[in-house]
């Protein structure tokens, strides 16, 4: 996937009916695995009480516990959603491709540490991210610069250090939060810098890229700048138009994270979680399982201090911004899913190696 093709293929032009077929399959799917989730979420519910004969007091809490969960997920996200699609409209009327290309490097590894920078800069979670790496991509952003930002901007951004920060104060577990994502997140976008965008990208978000990128290399004579309130007009639809499209994935994402959690019992998880390996595993499941918002996360991360090693906690710290239930399911709007599962293997096993690495070497 990520090898420089010897010859650039020529465009395929796809007839309205594979594009029909297409957008039905993808359909289908989205049907099949909002059902899927919601008969597992039934299952959550309703297992204990079949293999132990409870009664329905016990159906109605269980019901109500995967409900609490839910809602907890998703209200928490919604704000960071919201906050990230504005982000995006305005970054949709307020900036074009000539701004991008004057102000960050085309050259690969300079362009995955921008991106890794970027991520320091704004105050988006890996919720509100998501929508704004999108519109950028739209702008004819380089792919590497991008996955370096939607990587590295949920655990380093100014909320999440400052969050950070009051949790552990400024010690290793602060500057190793930092360090670790901000490195994971600009390796793998660097190696994300050898695909093709049409590779990595949805074909809708691939052809706003390609769209951008030759504007550049063909540009129009501009035409008289609309007023500024039309322009914040336009800004709001667009922000309007990235919220209600990002919002069935977070609603999935966040009922996949709820039956989860209704499922696998923290208790079992944290039962097992003592060893320099052991415990790295556990709390990257667990970072997985919880979607925990990364502006917050570091107060639950403090939670687990006494139980678990240091490295364990960094990696629940750099993995779960990264990448949990909710967010994976995000991607799907931007990224195939074959991307998306780099996405997820990537950053986990850099996230486990740094914890290991840092229980066995220094604060084991």
């Not at 009480?49 to 209200?75: D, H, K, M, N, P």
């Not at 595993?281 to 399982?289: G, H, T």
Request: charged share 10%; hydrophobic share 55%; net charge positive.
């Amino acid at each position: 996937m990520l090898a420089d093709p010897p010859h650039s293929a020529p465009a395929v032009e796809v007839s309205p009916t594979a594009r029909t077929k297409t957008e039905q399959g993808r359909r289908w799917l989205r049907w099949s695995l909002l059902i899927g989730l919601s008969l597992l979420a039934l299952a959550s519910i309703f297992y204990d009480a079949l293999t132990t004969g409870a009664g329905l007091t016990y159906l109605l809490q269980r019901g109500q516990t995967f409900v609490t969960i839910f809602l907890g997920i998703f209200i928490e996200a919604v704000p960071f959603l919201l906050a990230g699609s504005i982000v995006s409209g305005l970054i949709g009327v307020f900036v074009d491709q000539a701004w991008l290309d004057r102000f960050l490097p085309r050259q690969p590894l300079l362009g995955s540490l921008a991106g890794g920078c970027m991520g320091i800069i704004f105050p988006v979670c890996e919720c509100g991210v998501v929508p704004v790496v999108r519109r950028l991509y739209g702008k004819g952003l380089p792919i590497s610069t991008g996955i370096a930002f939607l990587l590295a901007a949920p655990a380093i951004n100014p909320v999440a250090i400052f969050s950070t920060y009051m949790a552990f104060g400024f010690g290793p577990v602060f500057w190793g939060r930092i360090v670790f994502s901000f490195i994971i997140a600009t390796s793998i976008a660097y190696i994300f810098s050898r695909a093709e965008p049409a590779e990595v990208l949805l074909p809708a978000v691939n052809a706003s890229h390609h769209d951008a990128c030759c504007a550049v290399h063909e540009p129009k004579p501009p035409g008289p700048t609309p007023p500024m309130n039309e322009r914040m007009n336009q800004a709001m639809r667009l922000a309007g138009d990235d919220f209600f499209d990002m919002a069935r994935y977070l609603i999935v994402g966040s009922l996949l994270a709820a039956t989860a959690q209704t499922l696998i019992p923290q208790s079992l998880l944290l039962s097992v979680g003592q060893g320099p390996v052991i415990s790295v595993l556990v709390l990257v499941v667990l970072a997985f399982v919880l979607s925990i918002c990364s502006t917050v996360d570091a107060f639950l991360a403090r939670a687990f201090a006494t139980s678990f090693t240091t490295g364990s906690i960094l990696s629940f710290l750099v993995f779960g911004p990264m990448v949990d239930i909710k967010s994976t399911i995000m991607f799907l709007g931007v990224f195939k899913r074959r991307t998306v599962g780099y996405l997820i293997l990537l950053p986990l096993v850099l996230s486990i190696l740094a914890g290991v690495w840092w229980n066995l070497n220094l604060f084991f």
